[in-house]
């Protein structure tokens, strides 16, 4: 089943009922709860070392759209001038957004970050030649833009945390919680270099390569809807009921609790 097959009329409410029970989960994985702030004020730099690499190594959209860019690079000095672009460009947001305080909706910069992951899954299945007549824009530049990008996503979580008010102290815990973010990144990297790099060397490789960044822009097109649900949800909780809610505000407009008849009881 492909990807538009899902938002036909069959699928348009299931996926609702998926994007919707979902939107708890795209919550928490914004948030940071209380006793991470917690546990922040009372540890020291280490703890945000380790709060960066957790965020990195859990964070899908990022670890999908680094996927898409190793996917076809062979040589180690191509994973590390497109590694290097994008970590600078990440690097650059999350460090100057937090501390100057520039933000955004979170669900609206993950959204962003999801046609981040679609973009380079289309460009490894040659759309620009096939579909648009026309050459890939450069990658290096695209995946440095996309870095910044990223970073400012990377941002908003950190910006969530209490990071004090003395300058000094806030950058160097910026510094430090962008630090675990690099470390989670070489971890995941290293598996995923390890992984394509194995798998090159099988014929599935060269019949399913297509297949495989099919998938991942499908995926890509899901987690848009989902932090564009969330979007919405978040804007205008009122409009959006879940499933358990909606069936509470059903007997509450029923008022189930007056339905029984007690005269019947004599009978």
Request: without cysteine.
């Given at each position: 089943?492909?990807?538009?097959?899902?938002?036909?009329?069959?699928?348009a409410a299931p996926l609702?009922?998926?994007?919707?029970?979902?939107?708890?989960l795209l919550a928490q994985a914004h948030g940071i709860s209380a006793e991470d702030r917690q546990r922040m004020l009372d540890s020291g730099y280490l703890q945000y070392i380790g709060l960066g690499a957790t965020h990195m190594l859990t964070g899908y959209d990022h670890l999908l759209f680094l996927f898409g860019v190793v996917f076809f690079l062979t040589t180690f000095k191509d994973v590390a001038k497109f590694v290097t672009v994008f970590t600078l460009g990440h690097c650059?947001?999350?460090?100057?957004?937090?501390?100057?305080?520039?933000?955004?909706?979170?669900?609206?910069?993950?959204?962003?970050?999801?046609?981040?992951?679609?973009?380079?899954?289309?460009?490894?299945?040659?759309?620009?030649?096939?579909?648009?007549?026309?050459?890939?824009?450069?990658?290096?530049?695209?995946?440095f833009g996309f870095g910044l990008l990223h970073g400012f996503g990377l941002s908003t979580r950190l910006q969530q945390l209490p990071l004090g008010d003395d300058g000094t102290a806030m950058l160097l815990r910026i510094l430090s919680f962008n630090l675990g973010v690099e470390f989670g990144q070489i971890a995941a990297l290293t598996v995923m270099v390890a992984v394509l790099a194995a798998w090159r060397r099988r014929p599935s490789f060269a019949r399913f390569s297509f297949a495989a960044n099919q998938l991942l822009m499908?995926?890509?097109?899901?987690?848009?809807?989902?932090?564009?649900?969330?979007?919405?949800?978040?804007?205008?909780?009122?409009?959006?009921?879940?499933?358990?809610?909606?069936?509470?505000?059903?007997?509450?407009?029923?008022?189930?609790?007056?339905?029984?008849?007690?005269n019947r009881n004599s009978l």
């Open positions: 089943m492909t990807f538009p097959s899902l938002l036909g009329r069959r699928g609702f009922l998926l994007l919707a029970s979902l939107t708890p650059i947001t999350l460090i100057f957004a937090t501390f100057y305080g520039i933000t955004w909706n979170y669900f609206l910069i993950d959204a962003v970050i999801a046609l981040s992951v679609m973009y380079k899954a289309f460009d490894n299945n040659g759309g620009f030649q096939k579909h648009l007549g026309m050459a890939s824009p450069n990658l290096l530049g695209m995946v499908h995926v890509g097109a899901l987690l848009l809807l989902m932090q564009l649900h969330g979007y919405l949800h978040d804007s205008d909780p009122d409009s959006f009921r879940f499933p358990e809610q909606e069936h509470r505000h059903i007997h509450e407009d029923m008022d189930v609790e007056k339905t029984v008849d007690p």
